[in-house]
């Protein structure tokens, strides 16, 4: 049983195009992110949510857009896509948010979702 | 701007050997540190963390903490060809009462047989 999985693997659209990508996972964790991972394999941290309440929107474009229905999931949504977004994305959810100093916490990561924009 | 450092590589080691990853990390107040693997078009997997000064033995692995030095590194004893993958350290920033993972660009190890 995927304790995070995402959909779809992959996604080819179109430069303008409006797309989501979706993310669920079944571990009982309170608190879930979504990282970019370009090109150059560098993981960037997007968003990220605790029990459906939005924590840290890092710089990103207005363009994107995260909504949490429950906190068991966490989707993303893109408007008016960009070459420049083309990359991978990783649903990723912990146990608690990481915000007590000395405790450690895992992330764990869903498969990706690789988005070309073309 | 909170950064943590690595080598982007590629190490390369001969099968049998040690292989030896270096993180270093800009903010101070940093608690909790963690690597994690990722093969070629997998997503990224936790390996150890660690938050003690000191050495951290599980298995084949020993992460190693240095916070006078701002300094993490994880060693691989008897590497194998399966170990080879890109190795990413992450290291917990914390910003007012909320905490972020700030991953490294990870350092690519290949182990020949």
């Known amino acids: 049983d995927t304790a995070v999985s995402q959909t779809p693997k992959y996604l080819v659209t179109q430069m303008g195009n409006d797309k989501s990508i979706k993310c669920e996972q079944n571990l009982g964790h309170d608190t879930m992110y979504w990282y970019k991972q370009d090109s150059k394999k560098f993981l960037k941290i997007m968003f990220s949510?605790?029990?459906?309440?939005?924590?840290i929107n890092e710089t990103v474009p207005n363009r994107f857009s995260p909504k949490s229905p429950d906190k068991a999931h966490l989707n993303l949504h893109i408007n008016s896509l960009e070459l420049g977004d083309s990359a991978v994305y990783f649903c990723a959810s912990s146990p608690i948010l990481g915000g007590l100093a000395g405790v450690p916490y895992e992330q764990y990561f869903g498969p990706g979702t690789r988005l070309t924009v073309t | 701007q909170k950064e943590v450092e690595q080598n982007s590589g590629p190490l390369s080691v001969p099968e049998g050997a040690i292989a030896s990853l270096n993180c270093t990390y800009s903010d101070r107040g940093s608690q909790s540190f963690f690597w994690y693997r990722q093969y070629s078009g997998k997503s990224p997997e936790l390996i150890m963390f660690i938050y003690s000064n000191g050495d951290k033995e599980d298995g084949r692995f020993t992460a190693q903490l240095n916070k006078a030095s701002q300094y993490v590194s994880l060693l691989i004893r008897d590497s194998q060809p399966s170990d080879s993958a890109t190795y990413l350290c992450a290291v917990n920033i914390i910003v007012g009462s909320q905490g972020n993972l700030i991953f490294g660009k990870g350092t690519k190890l290949s182990v020949k047989p």
């Open positions: 949510y605790n029990n459906k309440e939005l924590i």
